[in-house]
């Protein structure tokens, strides 16, 4: 059994948690959101390193095995600077999912949704494109569904509306499939689902946190930790319960959240 330590900026990463737990049900696991500073979205390249590298501090006090990084803007933008820094095995999100994406569209027409800095990086259009050179990659920053999730609209009216807002943009784009580039959208599926009914389209939903959790899986496989306790760990940098409700909506668990000081674990 392992202590796998899950990072995302907020409530989510339990959609990831979600998937591990699918695969991986006996470990223990350590989860930890870094919601006074969210949204990530928003934030410089170097905003995002150094908040992910405050949070790995306290991430590595609790003597974790490996680390997932459930947040596709901190893995495009820290994954690399992250792995140099710690010596634990650290597992991004995107990275997992590319070939799931090749695979499911037929057309090679495909649509991510994202937050502004995941899409402005790049690196989803530019791992798609060096497998398929001729496909037609459009993506689209999603900041307001990020923001509704944060605050429990996952399946009603608000929901709803936000994804419409996004998605009507590309009524004429003949996709046919769509990447919840962000951990925070597959939480809000059903309003994705509604809106994409509505608009009648036929596509393949690609949610990267299954591949991810499949490939967390395999790494294990091999190897013998020595942790031998089962169980959930909330951990956030600014307590609203926001995180424990989701844990208990989704997973349907009750898991209290513990607020840690993060100047604390600064440099």
Known sequence: MAKIGIFDSGVGGVSVLK????????????????????PYGEKTPGEIRNLTKTSFNFIDRQNVDMVVIACN????????????????PIFGIIRSG??????????????????????????YQEKI???????????????NLVRAVEDGHIDDELAVQVVKEYLEEYRDFEFDTLVLGCT????????IEKVLEEMDKEVTIVDPAKSLAETVSEFLQDRDFENKRSGIKLYTSHSSNDLS???KSILNMDCNEEEINEEDYKD
């Open 19 to 38: 998937e591990l737990l699918k695969v991986l049900p006996d470990e223990e696991y350590i989860y930890y959101c870094d919601q006074k500073n969210l």
């Open 73 to 88: 803007t901190a893995t495009a933008n820290a994954e690399r600077y992250l792995k140099a820094i710690f010596g634990f």
């Open 98 to 123: 590319i070939s799931e994406i090749v695979k499911a569209t037929k057309n090679n027409k495909i649509l991510i949704i994202a937050t502004e800095s995941t899409v402005e990086n790049g690196i």
């Open 129 to 143: 494109k060096s497998l398929v050179p001729n496909a037609d990659v459009r993506a689209k920053g999603c900041s």
């Open 184 to 191: 925070h959208f597959p939480l809000a599926r059903p309003a």
């Open 245 to 247: 409700k989701m844990v």
